[in-house]
């Protein structure tokens, strides 16, 4: 008699689990696919020659103080140049010599204060002359300024997690759970304090700002966070007023999971040379 009245309860319990799994799969893919298609992901790629096959990883993005040292592990088969100017400016191009050390091209790109960007190029020349661009199109790499671990950290941790609740309150909904409520209030916290509090801070940190997104500017970081942020509160005063209004509580679950699929950083702060002193 108890194992009939239990197995509804056993059989609720793993699809439970399967649906936390198969979201946080879901929240995993997300955060790699964010990771290798937003524009602070280095290039990489393999330079075939006939002296050698070059490795290279050209950064895209600078914390901290200092310029940012390209390396480039070549024979000393190979010079290089790396030619360079700050993005959207009026400056001429530089170009420089590489330093060969160690077994690498070393080159540096001139420090830049936060949100500064430098477009750059890296030129390799082999003992016979010949000529090879390493990347197909010019790279922009954007400066910012050092972020504390502490608030780093928990900031990923958060946001990951709400991505996690999220999701996993938007299967709640399909498979119709009787945990909505729960899930929704969790969500809206982990969203809150991962994007809307500790986001703001590291943006200060990086950039000096607190918010650069609507109605002061166009970061679309800032501007995403915000749009999850309202349709969770909406969402949960929906469902606060009638638990019925589940349809809010996935919608907002499927907004969140469009906008992180949008690459982060894209429209980010950016300093506007043109209106700053010629180099």
């Known amino acids: 008699h108890r194992d009939l009245h239990s197995f509804p309860t056993r059989r609720s319990s793993d699809l439970s689990i399967i649906l936390w799994i198969l979201s946080f799969l879901l929240m995993a893919g997300v955060a790699v696919y964010q990771r290798l298609t937003g524009p602070t992901y280095p290039i990489s790629g393999t330079l075939n020659t006939k002296y050698e096959n070059i490795d290279y990883k050209l950064p895209r993005t600078h914390g901290g103080d200092g310029g940012e040292i390209i390396r480039i592990k070549v024979s000393k088969e190979f010079q290089g140049e790396i030619v360079y ?141 915000l749009v999850a942020f309202i349709m969770w509160i909406v969402a949960f005063w929906k469902i606060n007023k009638n638990r019925d209004n589940t349809i809010w509580v996935l919608i907002a679950s499927i907004i969140l999971f469009v906008i992180f699929l949008i690459p982060h950083s894209v429209l980010g702060s950016e300093i506007d040379y043109t209106k700053l002193p010629q180099n």
């Open 85 to 225: 100017k700050r993005f959207k400016s009026n400056d001429d191009w530089s170009r420089k010599n590489m330093e060969y050390k160690d077994g690498y091209l070393l080159a540096e790109i001139p420090y830049q204060p936060p949100a500064g960007k430098v477009i750059y190029e890296i030129v390799l020349k082999d003992r016979d002359g010949k000529k090879y661009i390493l990347n197909d199109e010019p790279v922009i790499i954007r400066f910012k300024g050092d972020v504390p671990d502490y608030f780093i950290i928990p900031h990923i941790i958060f946001i990951f997690l709400a991505m996690w609740f999220s999701t996993r309150t938007g299967f709640e909904v399909i498979f119709k759970g009787n945990n909505i409520y729960k899930l929704t209030i969790w969500t809206l916290m982990l969203l809150g304090f991962g994007g809307m509090i500790l986001g703001p801070i590291i943006q200060e940190y990086a950039f000096g700002a607190l918010w650069t997104g609507w109605p002061f500017g166009h970061d679309l970081t800032d501007n995403k966070t």
